[in-house]
């Protein structure tokens, strides 16, 4: 069963990103606009405070994460909810979540293509320089952090059952990532209580984490953050499946 999961995936993956392959410079344009936020945080920090190299190395790796980490489902999945496409996917002898998880990590690798690069350019430029023991540390952190935002997307996409406003819904939380997930300030220049506030939510453990191992900040507690927000989203987004599926079915969509 797990080896068919993959090939599905594997194919749903391929097929998209070849879809993706004839809206190219609609990936590179919004890889540039996903990395705004992070170098604005990095020409504002580094001008607050000059010299200090962590803030440098964060900010660039935040460029990075910022594109690795990219999460459309309010996009992808509740447009089928909305126009229902989704009963298609509900008739194929598969579970849904192939569907958004393969076409989202298409859109990472074509992030990937453009942004790695970008996120190279702007370390060169910036003068960043990190140590490999912390670049490998931070790999497994990237992953998880892709893993959850992914999934937290998708519960707030989910809601599409149930309200026309997903849009609103994801962009209010993207708000609340960009104050509490590392973005606007580091966390840990953040004052008390908000610094131990923002620790606590998943949006550091999506964005802010992964960069703070990367500079060589202690790993401590953070895989377990991953692993926790991780296993939380995805137990919430199956019960919300199911009675969303339910719902979709009573409407007749």
């Known amino acids: 069963m797990t080896t068919r999961l993959a090939r599905l995936l594997g194919l749903r993956v391929r097929n998209q990103f070849l879809d993706w392959a004839s809206s190219w410079t609609f990936a590179a344009t919004l890889a540039v606009n996903y990395a705004i936020g992070p ?12 010299g200090d190299r962590n803030t440098l190395n964060y900010f660039v790796a935040l460029v990075g994460v910022y594109l690795v980490t990219a999460s459309f489902e309010d996009y992808t999945f509740s447009e089928a909810v909305y126009d229902g496409r989704v009963s298609h996917d509900l008739l194929k002898p598969q579970p849904v979540i192939i569907g958004p998880a393969g076409e989202n990590i298409a ?27 912390a670049l490998l540390l931070a790999v497994p952190a990237l992953l998880g952090a892709a893993i959850v ?15 026309e ?76 499946w199911r009675r969303g599926i339910r719902r979709y079915s009573v409407v007749g969509a």
């Open 165 to 240: 406003r997903v849009h609103a819904i994801v962009a209010f939380s993207h708000i609340l990532a960009y104050l509490l997930g590392g973005t606007a300030a580091p966390i840990a220049d953040l004052p008390e209580p908000w610094r131990s506030i923002a620790l606590a939510l998943p949006f550091y453990a999506m964005l802010g984490l992964p960069a703070d191992i990367a500079t060589g900040a202690p790993v401590g507690a953070g895989y377990l953050l991953l692993l926790g927000w991780g296993s939380l989203f995805a137990g919430l987004a199956a019960v919300v």
């Open 107 to 133: 859109i990472r690798l074509w992030l990937g293509l453009f942004g790695l690069p970008l996120t190279i350019v702007v370390a060169i430029v910036a003068g960043a320089s990190y140590r490999p023991s």
């Open 39 to 50: 170098l604005i945080g990095l020409v504002v920090w580094t001008s607050v405070l000059p």
């Open 149 to 163: 935002r992914f999934l937290w997307t998708w519960l707030l996409a989910l809601t599409a059952f149930w309200t």
